[in-house]
C-alpha cells in the first residue's frame, strides 16, 4: 500500500494540500484495490485505528470495500469491532444501509459474514469485551441466533466462560434466540459454573432454568460440575427447581457416579449435606461398580467425608453394603494403606463377624495378604481390626503364603543396607554444604575478635595501652560474649562434620552419624543467633552516643529473629 494512502487512513486525514483521498481511491478502482501485507484495504486500516470520519468518507467514495476481505476473512466491520470502535462500526452499519444496493448485501449479511475461524463481529466484540459495541450489534440484528464458530463457541458462550456478565445480559436480552452452545457440548451454563462466575451463572438461570439438564459429551450437567466445585448457592437453586436432578447420572457406558458420589469423591462434606437435606435417599445411590459413597470416600481417603457418613443414619447401611465385587467399605479400607481406622467404623466392625467379598476374602484377609501396604500400615490395620474381633476364611492359605523364602529374607537385608547407605549419602551431601556455612561462621567471629568495634587504647604513656576503649560498655561485653559463643559453637560444629566424614565410609554407624548431624545443626543455629547478637550489640556499643540511630539499628537487626522462626515453620505456615 501507498505510503501516504496508509498514513493517511491511520490518523484519518481525508485531504490537505499534498493529498486527495478521492484521487487515490478513484484509481484504486480502476487499477485494483491497495492492500497491506496482511490483505487489509485502506477500509481495513482505518478501521482498525478508529477513524471513523475517515471511514464514512471511503464508504462514499467506494462502497465496494465493505465487503472486502483481508487474508484471514474479515471485513473491516470485524477489525472494528474487535477493538471496540463503537463509532466505526454505526458508521459501517449506516454506510451499508445507503449503498446496499449498489453492492448487492444488506446490513444484516454484513454483520453475519465469519471470518476464517468461524467469528462473526459479535464474537470478537464479546471475547474482547466490548460492551457498548456488542450492544450496538445485537440491536441492530435481534433475529439472528450467532451460531458457533469453528471452535464451538457462540457469542453467549464466551461472554459466561470470561464472565462478561454485562454482555452476556446484553446478548440475552436483545437476542430473540441466542444459541448457547460451546465446545465439548457444553453449554454457556456449563462455562459459568466451571469458571465460578457466579453472576453469569444466575443471569443463564433466570433465562433458562432447563440448562441445567443439558450434558456434555460426558454426560455431565452442570450440577455436577457445581457439586465437583463445590457451588453451594446453585446446588441449592438446581435441587429446589428440581430434586430429580440429584439422580441423574453422569458418565456414561460401564463408568458412571451420581452427585453424591462426586461429592464424596471431592471430600466436599458441605455438598452432601445440601444434597442430603433436598434428597434424603441420595445416600442409597450406587456408581457403576455398585458402590456407595462411603466406598468412594474410602478409596479416595476423604476422612472428613468418611466420619460425616458415619455420623449419618444411614451409616449401618453404608458400611454393610458390598459392591459388585462384593466388598464393603471395610475390604477396601483393608486394601488401602490407611494407618488408622476410624473409631467409629471400627465399632460398628465389631458386631460383624464374617464380611466376605465374592473372593471369600474377609477385611483382615485382604490387610494381611496386600502387598502395597507398607508393614506400618499392616500391623496397624491388623491391630484394629483384630481387636474388632473379624474373622477369617483362609488363614492357613494365606499364612503359608506369608511365608517367605531365604532369598527373600537376604534380599529384604540388602534392600535395607542400601537404604542406609542412601541415608548416609543424604547426610554427607548436606554436610558438605553445611560445613562451608560453619567455617565462614569460624572465619569471622575470629576476625571480629580481634577487630573490635570502637578500637584499641594507644596512648604510650596509659598503663591500659593496647586494651579495648569500650571495655567499660555494657553492650560491648555482650559483643565479646556473644561472639565467643558463636565462634564455639561454629568450631564444634565443624569438629562434628569432620567426624562425620570419618565414620561415612561405614554405614553401620548410621545412628551415631544422624546424631553428630543434629548436633551441627543445633550448633549451628546457636552460632548463628549468636552472630546476631554481636552485630546488633556492637553496633550499639559504638552508635552509643546517637541514641536514634543505635535503636534503628539494633531494631533491623533483631527482625532476623522471626525471619528465623518464619523460616523453620515454613510447612506449617503452607500447610495452614
Known amino acids: 500500500m501507498d505510503p501516504i494512502l496508509y498514513n493517511a487512513a491511520m490518523e484519518g486525514n481525508t485531504g490537505d494540500d499534498d493529498f486527495l483521498l478521492a484521487d487515490y481511491l478513484n484509481r484504486d478502482e480502476e487499477n485494483g484495490y491497495q492492500v497491506t501485507p496482511k490483505g487489509n484495504t485502506v477500509l481495513h486500516v ?26 484471514k476473512n474479515e471485513t473491516a466491520l470485524h477489525l472494528a469491532a474487535n477493538k471496540g470502535h463503537k463509532d466505526v462500526v454505526k458508521v459501517v452499519l ?13 446490513k444484516e449479511t454484513l454483520m453475519r459474514m465469519t471470518d476464517d475461524g468461524g467469528d462473526t463481529a459479535l464474537h470478537k466484540a464479546v471475547r474482547t469485551g466490548r460492551v457498548d459495541t456488542v450492544k450496538l450489534l445485537v440491536k441492530q440484528d435481534p433475529d439472528f441466533e450467532f451460531p ?38 457444553r453449554t454457556a451454563l456449563h462455562a459459568a459454573i466451571i469458571q465460578k462466575h457466579m453472576d453469569c451463572a444466575a443471569s443463564l438461570w433466570e433465562w433458562n432454568k432447563s440448562l441445567c439438564e443439558e450434558t456434555d459429551k460426558w454426560d455431565w450437567n452442570p450440577l455436577h460440575y457445581a457439586v465437583k466445585l463445590g457451588l453451594r448457592v446453585v446446588v441449592r437453586k438446581m435441587l429446589g427447581w ?62 472428613r ?38 473409631v467409629k467404623l471400627r465399632r460398628h466392625a465389631s458386631s460383624k463377624n464374617m464380611l466376605f467379598n465374592k473372593e471369600n476374602q474377609t477385611p483382615l484377609d485382604i490387610s494381611v495378604s496386600s502387598t502395597e501396604k507398607t508393614n506400618l500400615a499392616k500391623r496397624s490395620f491388623k491391630r484394629n481390626l483384630l481387636h474388632c474381633r473379624l474373622g477369617r476364611r483362609d488363614f492357613e492359605i494365606k499364612w503359608k503364603k506369608m511365608q517367605k523364602p531365604e532369598d527373600e529374607t537376604e534380599s529384604r537385608e540388602n534392600t535395607a543396607k542400601r537404604d542406609k547407605k542412601g541415608k548416609v549419602k543424604d547426610i554427607m551431601d548436606a554436610t558438605q554444604i553445611h560445613l562451608v556455612v560453619a567455617t565462614l561462621l569460624v572465619t569471622v567471629t575470629f576476625a571480629a575478635g580481634f577487630t573490635l568495634p570502637g578500637g584499641f587504647e594507644s596512648d604510650l604513656n596509659s598503663s591500659n595501652k593496647g586494651m579495648a576503649i569500650l571495655i567499660r560498655e555494657t553492650a560491648f561485653r555482650a559483643f565479646v560474649v556473644s561472639d565467643a559463643i558463636a565462634f564455639t559453637c561454629s568450631a564444634c560444629a565443624v569438629f562434628s562434620y569432620f567426624y562425620i566424614a570419618i565414620n561415612a565410609a561405614n554405614a553401620k554407624n548410621l545412628i551415631l552419624i544422624t546424631v553428630r548431624y543434629n548436633i551441627a545443626i543445633l550448633l549451628q543455629r546457636l552460632a548463628m543467633s549468636a552472630v546476631v547478637i554481636a552485630f546488633i550489640t556492637g553496633m550499639y556499643a559504638t552508635l552509643a552516643h546517637s541514641v536514634g540511630l543505635a535503636v534503628t539499628v539494633c531494631v533491623i537487626g533483631c527482625i532476623t529473629f522471626p525471619a528465623f522462626y518464619l523460616l523453620s515453620n515454613v510447612r506449617r505456615l503452607v500447610n495452614w
Open 242 to 303: 428440581k430434586t430429580s436432578l440429584a439422580y441423574t447420572p453422569a458418565g456414561n457406558g460401564n463408568d458412571w457416579e451420581t452427585s453424591i458420589h462426586i461429592a464424596a469423591n471431592e471430600g466436599r462434606v458441605n455438598m452432601i449435606r445440601e444434597l442430603s437435606f433436598h434428597c434424603p435417599d441420595s445416600l442409597e445411590m450406587l456408581n457403576s461398580n455398585g458402590q456407595n459413597a462411603l466406598h468412594v470416600a474410602i478409596s479416595n481417603y476423604k476422612i
Open 94 to 106: 449506516r454506510g451499508i444501509d445507503a449503498a446496499g444496493q449498489a453492492v448487492g448485501i444488506n
Open 148 to 185: 458457533a464458530n469453528n471452535a464451538g463457541e457462540t457469542p453467549l458462550y464466551l461472554a459466561a466462560e470470561s464472565g462478561l456478565v454485562k454482555c452476556l445480559s446484553l446478548i440475552l436480552k436483545y437476542c430473540n434466540r441466542p444459541t448457547y452452545s460451546g465446545p465439548c457440548g
Open 46 to 71: 482505518a478501521a482498525l485505528y478508529g477513524q471513523s470520519g475517515f471511514v464514512g468518507q471511503v464508504i462514499n467514495l467506494t462502497p465496494a470495500l465493505l465487503c472486502c476481505k483481508n487474508k
Open 305 to 342: 467425608v468418611v466420619r460425616f457418613l458415619l455420623d449419618s443414619k444411614e451409616s449401618h447401611n453404608l458400611i454393610d453394603e458390598p459392591d459388585n465385587d462384593g466388598n464393603s467399605p471395610l475390604h477396601l479400607l483393608a486394601a488401602s494403606d490407611w494407618i488408622s481406622v476410624p
